[in-house]
Nanobody
């Protein structure tokens, strides 16, 4: 079992930055695909970014590409999401997820493939 706890959410002005962190416990994440999803009010949960355990395999939704950066620290068992140039449409609850399989460009955004989920952290971007 892997337990995931997100932190770092909050209220920020448009154009600002936030850094979300996901702390994992129970197992090392060194061989897990780690991902971030988000869910805005009244909308379905959507893929944001993923990082498989192969160095360089990072994926981003088109809506955040160039603004968000995912990174992981296997020694600390954490995965971060640096969010820059935030927009009001980035407002959502952000969830960390883990999957024991190697993500590909075709599977990274498939929520049902992720075995473990955090409780989420709220990000609100004011215009």
């Amino acid at each position: 079992q892997v337990q995931l706890v997100e932190s770092g959410g909050g209220l920020v002005q448009a154009g600002g930055s936030l850094k979300l962190s996901c702390a994992a416990s129970g197992r090392t994440i060194s061989k897990y695909t780690m991902a971030w999803f988000r869910q805005a009010p009244g909308k379905e949960r959507e893929f944001v970014s993923a990082n498989s355990w192969i160095a360089g395999n990072k994926y981003y939704a088109d809506s955040v590409k160039g603004r968000f950066t995912i990174s992981r620290d296997n020694a600390k068992n954490t995965v971060d999401l640096q969010m820059n140039s935030l927009k009001p449409e980035d407002t959502a609850v952000y969830y960390c997820a883990a999957d024991g399989r190697l993500a590909t460009a075709q599977t990274m955004g498939v929520m049902t493939l992720y075995d473990y989920w955090g409780q989420g952290t709220q990000v609100t971007v004011a215009s």
